[in-house]
C-alpha cells in the first residue's frame, strides 16, 4: 500500500515535471493559426516601415535580427527573430504569437494594430533565405571602415536634406556606404517625428535625399532640431550627427498654461471660480463669525431684564 | 419661556424631566465599560495605522489602477450619515415639525462625530499625512480637493455650533445641577452656558443665532455632499461621469443618516432609560421618513443605472455588466435590495415600524449603505479607458489588506467613542425644549 502510494506520487511529480518542461519549451500554436496568410507584400516600403515598428516594439528583448543578442531572460529567453530556425514558423503561426504573448513575451493584440503586426513579420521574413523576393536590402556589400560619418546638406529653398554616409578604408580613402538604412528624425515636443520616408537606403554615393515637411511648425525663428543617424547600430556602432536648422514654418509658441484655465496653475484660475470659492468662502464664514460674535454678546443680556 | 399660556396640566414635571435626562450622565456603569472597550479597540487598530505611516501606503491593497479603495469608500459613508444633522434638526426644524424635538440632538451629535472623523479618514488615506497642509498653501481652486477640504471644516464648524448653542439653556441647567461633576466639566459647563438665565431678550436673541445657522447649514450640508460626489462625477471615468452625481448622493445621503440616527435612538432609548421621551411616535415618524427618503433614492437608483443600463455604451458596458452580472453583482444588488427595496417594503407596514424592528432594518440600511459606496468607489477604478495590460497581477484586482480593513475599523471606533463623550458630557435630549414644547415653565437660576 505504502508503495503504491510512493509510486503514484512519484509518477505525478514526473508527470508535472514533464509537463512544466514542455510547457516552458514548446510554446505551438493551434494548426487553424498556422493557415493565416499575411495579407501584405513584401515590398520595400512595408519591410522598412515594419523594421521601424520592430526597433520600437521588439528589440529591447528580440535584439537585432540575425545579430543573436537577445536580451537573456528567465527561464525562457527570447528567440533571434531573424534566424532561419525561427523563420521555419509559417506567418500565422508568428501571427498567433505575437498576438497572444507567452511568460514574459507580452501580448500585443491591442497595443499594436493588425497591419503593424503584419509589416513586422513582413519584416522578418526578408531574412528568410528561402524566400527570393526580399533579398535585395541585404545584398550590397560595403569595404570594412572605420570612421564613419554623416555629412548633412541642407538646401534651404526646396527643404531638402541630403544626408551623405561615408567611412575610412584600411587604406585611408574615404569611400562611400550603400545600402545603409538612414533615420532622419525632427525634434518635437515629445520625442522625435521620423521623417524618413519610405525608402531611406543610401544610393552608390552613400546618399539619401529627404524631403522636409513644407508644413511643419518650429519655433519663432523657424529652427528645428534636426537628428539623422545609421537606423541599426549593429553595422557600425551609434552613428548620429544632429543640427538646427531653419526649415520649419516660423510660429509663436502658446504655452498652454500661461492662460486661464481648469487645468491651469492656481494664479491661472478661471476669474469665475475664483469667485464663486472666495465669495462662497467669505459670505458663509461671514455668517459664522456674525454668530459667534453675537454668541459673545449673550452673557451681558442677562443683565437687560425687560 | 414668558410668553405661553399658563402650564397645562400634565404629568412631566419640570424636575422630573431633569432628572430623568440628567440620571445617565451622573452615573451609568455600562457606559465606562463602553467606554474601554473602544479605548481598546482604537489603541489596537492604531498600531495598524502606526504601520501603515511608517511603512507608506504599500501595506494597503491600493495600487496604481485602485488609488481611492476601503478609504474613500469608508469617507463617502461617514459624510453621507453626517448629513442627517442637517436634514433633522435643521430642514424638519425650519418647517418646524415638532416630533423631532427629543431626537434633534442625538441628529446633531452624529453629525458632529461624523463629520469630524471623515475629515481624518482623508488624512489616514494619506501616504505623508503631513502634506495636507500643502492643500490650503498650493491648493487649487479649480480643484475639487480644494472644495471638499473647505466644505468639510465649514459643515463640522456650523454643526458644532448646532450642536451647542440650542443646548445653552440646558447648559445652564447642568451648570446647576451637577454638583459632583469633574472640575472640568464644570468649567465647561460654566463657560458654554455664556451665563444664560432666560431672560426674554437672551431668548430672542439666541432663536435668532440657532436660526440663522439652521438656515445657513442647508446650502452647506447639500455643498458638503454634492462636492464629494464631484470627486468622482468632475472626472470622466466610467460609472462616475454622470450629471445626476449630487442629488443622487444627498438622496442617498439622507438614506444613510436616517438609519444612523434610528439605530442611535434605539440604544439611547434603551441605555439612558428615556422611553418616555424617545418615544414610539419618534419611530413610527421616523420609519415614515426613512420610507420617503429611500424611495427619492430609489428613484435616482433607477435613473443612474436604467438609463445607461439601456444604451450600454462602450466603456459603460463593461462596468455595468460587471456591476449587474459579474465580481460585483452581489456586493451591488444585496446593497439595492437588503439596503432600499425590501426596507420600503417592510417599513410601510406600522408594525415595522416599532422600534426594535425599524432598528434590525435600519442596520441592514447602514450596512446596504456602505457597501453601496464601495461599490461606487472601487469598480470603476478597475475599468480605465485605457486597457490594463503589462502590469503585476495585483494591480489588476483590489482586496483590502488587514491593515486596511483594522485603520477603517479605528474609524467606526473613533466616532462612536466621540459620540459616547458628548452624550456623557452633555444632555442628549434637550430638556428646555421639551419642557417648553410640553408647555412647562422654564425655570434658570442665575
Not at chain 2, 424638519?92 to 424635538?101: S, V
Amino acid at each position: 500500500m505504502k508503495n503504491a502510494i510512493k509510486i503514484i506520487a512519484s509518477l505525478f511529480l514526473l508527470f508535472a515535471f514533464s509537463a512544466t518542461v514542455t510547457m516552458a519549451q514548446k510554446w505551438s500554436a493551434p494548426a487553424s493559426a498556422k493557415k493565416k496568410q499575411n495579407p501584405y507584400e513584401a515590398s520595400t516600403k512595408n519591410i522598412s516601415s515594419g523594421k521601424k515598428i520592430y526597433n520600437i516594439n521588439c528589440k529591447s528583448c528580440h535584439g537585432d535580427a540575425t545579430m543573436g543578442n537577445m536580451l537573456p531572460l528567465q527561464p525562457v529567453a527570447p528567440s533571434d527573430l531573424g534566424s532561419q530556425a525561427f523563420l521555419m514558423q509559417t506567418d500565422g503561426e508568428i501571427y498567433y504569437k505575437v498576438n497572444k504573448g507567452n511568460g514574459a513575451m507580452p501580448t500585443f493584440e491591442k497595443t499594436l494594430s493588425d497591419e503593424d503586426k503584419w509589416m513586422v513579420i513582413t519584416y522578418l521574413r526578408s531574412f528568410d533565405q528561402n524566400k527570393k523576393a526580399s533579398k535585395k536590402i541585404a545584398e550590397v556589400i560595403n569595404p570594412e571602415v572605420s570612421d564613419v560619418r554623416i555629412l548633412l546638406d541642407i538646401n534651404k529653398e526646396d527643404k531638402r536634406i541630403i544626408a551623405n554616409l561615408s567611412g575610412l578604408t584600411k587604406k585611408g580613402d574615404r569611400v562611400a556606404l550603400q545600402g545603409i538604412e538612414l533615420s532622419v528624425k525632427v525634434k518635437r515636443n515629445f520625442g522625435y517625428l521620423d521623417i524618413s520616408g519610405d525608402d531611406a537606403y543610401t544610393n552608390e554615393k552613400g546618399e539619401v535625399s529627404v524631403q522636409f515637411p513644407k508644413d511643419l511648425p518650429a519655433d519663432r525663428e523657424g529652427h528645428v532640431n534636426l537628428l539623422v543617424k545609421v537606423t541599426d547600430d549593429a553595422y557600425y556602432g551609434e552613428v548620429i550627427v544632429d543640427r538646427i536648422a531653419s526649415l520649419g514654418i516660423p510660429t509663436n509658441p502658446v504655452n498652454p498654461l500661461d492662460e486661464r484655465a481648469m487645468w491651469g496653475t492656481r494664479a491661472n484660475a478661471p476669474i469665475w471660480i475664483i469667485l464663486s470659492y472666495v465669495g462662497g468662502v467669505i459670505c458663509i464664514w461671514g455668517v459664522i463669525f456674525l454668530v459667534l460674535f453675537q454668541l459673545i454678546q449673550l452673557p451681558k443680556l442677562a443683565k437687560n431684564k425687560e | 419661556m414668558n410668553d405661553l399660556p399658563e402650564q397645562k396640566e400634565t404629568t412631566l414635571s419640570f424636575e422630573k424631566i431633569k432628572k430623568d435626562i440628567l440620571r445617565p450622565m451622573q452615573n451609568h456603569k455600562g457606559l465606562e465599560l463602553w467606554i474601554a472597550f473602544l479605548v481598546t479597540v482604537i489603541s489596537v487598530c492604531a498600531w495598524a495605522y502606526y504601520v501603515q505611516l511608517r511603512d507608506g501606503l504599500g501595506v494597503t491593497g491600493m495600487r496604481d489602477y485602485v488609488s481611492w479603495g476601503l478609504y474613500i469608500a469608508n469617507f463617502v459613508f461617514f459624510v453621507a450619515v453626517s448629513l442627517v444633522g442637517m436634514l433633522i434638526s435643521s430642514i424638519l426644524g425650519l418647517l418646524r415639525i415638532d416630533w423631532i424635538t427629543p431626537i434633534s440632538r442625538i441628529a446633531e451629535i452624529i453629525a458632529v462625530a461624523f463629520v469630524a472623523v471623515a475629515g481624518l479618514v482623508i488624512i489616514m488615506d494619506m501616504g505623508r499625512p503631513d502634506r495636507v497642509v500643502n492643500v490650503l498653501i498650493h491648493g487649487r481652486f479649480q480643484s475639487p480637493i480644494l472644495w471638499d477640504i473647505t466644505v468639510v471644516t465649514t459643515y463640522l464648524t456650523i454643526s458644532l455650533l448646532l450642536l451647542i448653542l440650542p443646548m445653552i439653556p440646558d447648559l445652564a441647567i447642568c451648570k446647576n445641577e451637577l454638583k459632583k461633576a469633574s472640575p472640568f466639566l464644570k468649567r465647561l459647563y460654566n463657560l458654554l452656558s455664556f451665563g444664560y438665565i432666560n431672560t426674554p431678550s437672551q431668548y430672542k436673541h439666541l432663536h435668532k443665532m440657532i436660526r440663522t445657522l439652521m438656515v445657513l447649514i442647508v446650502p452647506v450640508g447639500l455643498a458638503i455632499h454634492t462636492v464629494t460626489s464631484w470627486l468622482f462625477a468632475a472626472t470622466l471615468r466610467n460609472g462616475w461621469d454622470t450629471t445626476i452625481f449630487g442629488p443622487y448622493f444627498v438622496a442617498g445621503a439622507f438614506v444613510a443618516g436616517s438609519a444612523g440616527l434610528i439605530v442611535a435612538m434605539y440604544f439611547f432609548r434603551v441605555s439612558y432609560k428615556l422611553k418616555d421621551y424617545i418615544t414610539d411616535v419618534q419611530f413610527d415618524n421616523m420609519g415614515k421618513l426613512m420610507v420617503a427618503v429611500c424611495l427619492v433614492y430609489l428613484y435616482f437608483n433607477l435613473n443612474e443605472f436604467l438609463v445607461p443600463g439601456y444604451k450600454m455604451k462602450t466603456g459603460d458596458d463593461v462596468h455595468l455588466t460587471e456591476l449587474f452580472a459579474g465580481h460585483w453583482a452581489i456586493m451591488f444588488w444585496s446593497s439595492q435590495l437588503l439596503g432600499n427595496v425590501i426596507p420600503i417594503m417592510l417599513l410601510v407596514t406600522k408594525k415595522f415600524r416599532k422600534p426594535f424592528p425599524i432598528m434590525v432594518i435600519s442596520l441592514f440600511i447602514l450596512a446596504g449603505a456602505w457597501i453601496k459606496r464601495y461599490v461606487i468607489v472601487i469598480p470603476t477604478l478597475l475599468h480605465p479607458h485605457l486597457p490594463i495590460q503589462n502590469v503585476p497581477q495585483n494591480f489588476v484586482h483590489y482586496y483590502p489588506t488587514a491593515i486596511e480593513i483594522s485603520v477603517t475599523v479605528l474609524s467606526f471606533a473613533l466616532a462612536l467613542l466621540i459620540i459616547t463623550v458628548l452624550s456623557k458630557i452633555f444632555p442628549v435630549v434637550p430638556i428646555c425644549e421639551i419642557a417648553e414644547q410640553k408647555g412647562i415653565e422654564v425655570k434658570i437660576e442665575a
